[in-house]
């Protein structure tokens, strides 16, 4: 399992874009990749426009599941990690301040003011908190390749993020 964690925690660091299914007020889903960035708790932040699909859904529903994998690998190679969770809208300038904080500290350039994540602006700052974990694995059942998912433990992988 400690090789596992230590995959997903390499994968997390180094793929800049999750992906965000969630639902959209009637029922269908959507699914949105978000630049991100994420903090020692494994609290992952991005800025969006309020009026995209994905921010209206965190709005109306806060579940939501993440992805985060290399698109490019070749088929049958890449390892991915997937979240169960929350999603939201950040509203108290602390926490925008964190978020871009983390945010522009990631895309090595100086952060904007929290104001222009509030009130008329059109952006706004949102948090994902993660509550399980799993990676993906494979196996085979009568020589069909097949893809299965390990549940990780999410404190362990939590501690491992912190301390590197």
Excluded at 27 to 36: D, L, R
Excluded at 46 to 70: A, G
Excluded at 147 to 152: A, K, M, P, V, Y
Aim: proline share 5%; net charge positive; glycine share 4%.
């Amino acid at each position: 399992m400690e090789g596992f964690i230590k995959k997903a925690a390499q994968v997390i660091k180094d793929i800049l874009y999750i992906n965000i299914a969630s639902i959209t007020p009637d029922g269908k889903p959507w699914n949105t990749p978000v630049y991100c960035a994420f903090d020692e708790n494994l609290n992952f932040y991005w800025l969006s426009w309020k009026l995209n699909q994905h921010s209206e859904n965190v709005r109306n529903n806060p579940h939501v599941f993440v992805t985060i994998y290399d698109s490019i690998v070749p088929a049958s190679t890449g390892f991915g990690v997937y979240f169960e969770g929350k999603a939201y809208e950040l509203h108290n300038p602390k926490d925008i301040l964190i978020a871009i904080k983390h945010i522009y500290k990631r895309e090595k350039r100086k952060p904007r003011d929290v104001i222009n994540f509030l009130k008329k602006y059109p952006r706004r700052a949102y948090t994902f908190v993660p509550e399980r974990v799993w990676v993906n694995g494979e196996g085979e059942i009568e020589g069909n390749y097949i893809d299965n998912r390990t549940e990780l433990d999410l404190s362990k992988l939590k501690t491992y993020i912190s301390a590197k």
